[in-house]
């Protein structure tokens, strides 16, 4: 097993969220949408242990779950064969199963906490079937994450990722690039991360049924992708994930409004209005695909150059016509318009992520903005009630940790949950 904490022989993992940045609601119609990474990330933590059990640990949203050994041992044999680089959702007997082993209520089996217990189960049993067909291993697992769950970040997926790029790797099905032996960092070749990635998405199946694959693919890859709905002469909608190969680092305020929304309710209003006024909702949408389109040719063009001003300028032009254009379609909400009058007041540019009506909102921030403005408009936003956080995004996907400590003692490594370091 390789080590990924350096101290105690265990693998830390990391995977980030994720934000839309243009394209939310034309999406649905088969427009572009252009998702990135969010450097808020999930740790998670892999340990042998000798007890013959198996424990998972997420003290976030305080659930401790553990299982021994002999209990899973009637549903261990329905995993064996098939690809490990192409494993398909699990048999309705071994859902059943699962559900039994994971002892949930009728009542708790559409929470997504309790499903991420099932997907974890599921991810578990299926990648150690394949490695280790005479024993399942004892181990513990623990989670912690600064992703907030339930905003529309990718929480879940993180999650997921975390979990099958950690079981991939403690198998060996999955190995490290060769790197140099000083590298905190661990990374997989191209082909190891789409069977992460592949992995990842069933438990994703799992929690959410059918997801679009668009944050599981940005939490195994990182960086950005332009995602597209293709809908075939049956009507079968096949997701298109193309990763960009040059994006920018830019620094954001993300904020949390906390006003609760339903994607479902939103996505209805906006077709309703299509329907009543398609001479003026469809340039609308197509128009948002114009903003992702340019802002995808911006990224080629300035590539990783964060100091180029003139693409900064553009890209809060881009920033402020897709947020009109957001609010004309009814998907704006009055405490997402606050967070764009406080970041204006200093000058910056903001707008929704996801689909609106409340949620999450993302201001760019300016490489000569001063963490005294940073700090200001924080304490206004946070006066109202809204969490925030300053952050970055377009960074990278799934990282294995190599010394997680020397890693924050020598300031390599974005903010890692206090209770994950207490833990190693």
């Not at 402020?320 to 405490?335: E, M, T």
Request: hydrophobic content about 35%; proline content about 4%; overall charge negative.
């Amino acid at each position: 097993m390789e080590s990924g904490s350096g101290d105690n022989g265990g693998i830390v993992i990391s995977a980030p969220g994720k934000v839309i940045l243009h394209g939310e609601h034309a999406v649905v119609y088969g427009k572009v949408a252009l998702a990135v990474s969010l450097n808020l990330r999930t740790y998670l933590e892999l340990k042998d242990t000798e007890n013959n059990e198996v424990r998972l640990d997420l003290p976030d949203i305080e659930l401790h779950r553990v299982w021994k050994l002999e209990d899973m041992s009637v549903i261990f044999e329905s995993f064996t064969g098939g690809d490990i680089t192409q494993p398909g959702p699990p048999t309705s007997e071994q859902l059943a199963h699962l559900k039994e082993l994971a002892g949930i209520k009728k009542e708790e089996d559409s929470e997504v906490k309790y499903l991420a217990v099932i997907a974890f189960l599921y991810i578990y049993l299926g990648i150690c079937s394949h490695k280790r067909k005479s024993k399942l291993p004892s181990l513990c697992l623990r989670v912690n994450s600064n992703l907030p769950t339930g905003a529309g970040l990718g929480s879940s997926a993180a999650f997921s990722v975390c979990l099958a790029s950690s079981l991939l790797t403690y198998c060996g099905a999955v190995k490290t690039l060769d790197v140099e032996k000083e590298s905190h960092f661990g990374r997989w070749s191209q082909e190891n991360l789409e069977t992460i990635n592949n992995w990842a998405y069933e438990a994703e199946r799992i929690i959410h049924g059918t997801p679009s694959g668009i944050d599981n693919s940005i939490s195994t890859y990182g960086g950005a992708i332009n995602f597209r709905r293709i809908t075939d002469k049956d009507g079968k909608v096949t997701p298109k994930i193309v990763p960009l190969e040059r994006v920018p680092l830019l620094r954001i305020l993300l904020v949390n409004t906390k006003v609760p929304r339903s994607t479902k309710v939103l996505v209805a209003n906006v077709r309703k209005k299509l329907e009543k006024y398609p001479d003026i909702i469809g340039p609308i949408l197509d128009s948002i695909e114009g903003i992702a389109n340019t802002c995808e040719k911006l990224f080629a063009d300035s590539g990783d150059n964060n100091d180029n001003t003139a693409a900064i300028e553009e890209l809060e032009e881009l920033i402020d016509i897709n947020q009109h254009h957001l609010a004309s379609i009814g998907v704006s909400h009055p405490a997402l318009q606050q967070v764009c009058q406080i970041s204006a007041k200093y000058g910056l540019h903001c707008k929704l992520t996801g689909a609106g009506g409340g949620g999450c909102a993302v201001t760019l921030l300016r490489k000569d903005t001063s963490q005294g403005s940073i700090d200001e408009i924080q304490k206004e936003l946070k006066s109202i009630g809204f969490d925030c956080w300053e952050t970055s995004i377009g960074g990278p996907g799934v990282t294995l940790h190599r010394n997680i400590h020397r890693e924050l003692s020598e300031g390599a490594s974005a903010a890692i949950p206090k209770a994950l370091l207490e833990g190693l």
